[in-house]
C-alpha cells in the first residue's frame, strides 16, 4: 500500500472528516495561539506556525513508525501488516461515523509519554513568537489522540517510510481547514461535522476504503 494519490486522498479525508474530535483535542491551545494577540493580524503568523509544527510531528512520527512498518515487511510479515492496517480504516469508519468509539482506548497508549512533555509545552505560553508556537505545536502533535494513533498504524503499512511520512502529512494537512478557523469559524465547521448525514457518509467512504485495502487477493492464495 504505497502513498498512491487514492491513499493520500484517503488520509486528507480522515482529517477533514475527523474535525470535530481535532478541535475538541487542539482547539482551545489553538485558540490562545491566535487569539491571545490584541492584533488579529499578529495571530494569523502564529496559529500558522502552531500548526505547521504540528504537522511536522505528523511526519516525523509517520517516517519512524513507516521503519519499523518496513522492517516488518522486509521480514515477511507484510500480509499482517496490511491486514491490520485495513482492518484499523474500517475501525476509523465506524469512530468518524460515531457508531462504535473503540479508538479512543489508543489515545491510553500515549498518556506515559505526553507526561513528560505537557510541561515542556506549557513553559510556551503564552506563544508570542513564531518560534515558540513552532515548538508549541511540534509539541502538542504529540498529545494523546486514537485518530492519530489508528492514521499512524495504518500508514505503516506504505511500504516505505517516506510514503508513510506523506499519508501523515496528508492527514495533518485535512485538519487545517478545522484547525485555521478555530475561534472564528470554529462552530460552522464543528456543527457541518457533527451532521449525522454526513458523519455516516464519511464514515462508509472509510470503511469501504478499508475493506479495499484488505489483501483478499493474497488471503485467497491467488
Known sequence: MAAE???????????????????GMCGGIAASVSMGQKDTRRGIPLIIAYNLGRISSYAVAGALIGLIGYQITSGGAGLVLRTLAGLLLILMGLYVAQWWQILTRLERAGGILWRYLRPLASRLLPADTLPKALLLGALWGWLPCGLVY???IWSS???HWYDSALLMIGFGLGTL????TTGLLAQQVRSLMQRQGVRSGAGLLIILFGVYTLPFSALAGH
Open 150 to 152: 489508528s492514521t499512524l
Open 157 to 159: 503499512a506504505a511500504g
Open 177 to 180: 481547514p478545522a484547525m485555521l
Open 5 to 23: 494519490p487514492l491513499a493520500f486522498s484517503m488520509a486528507l479525508l480522515i482529517g477533514l472528516l475527523g474535525a470535530t474530535h481535532c478541535v
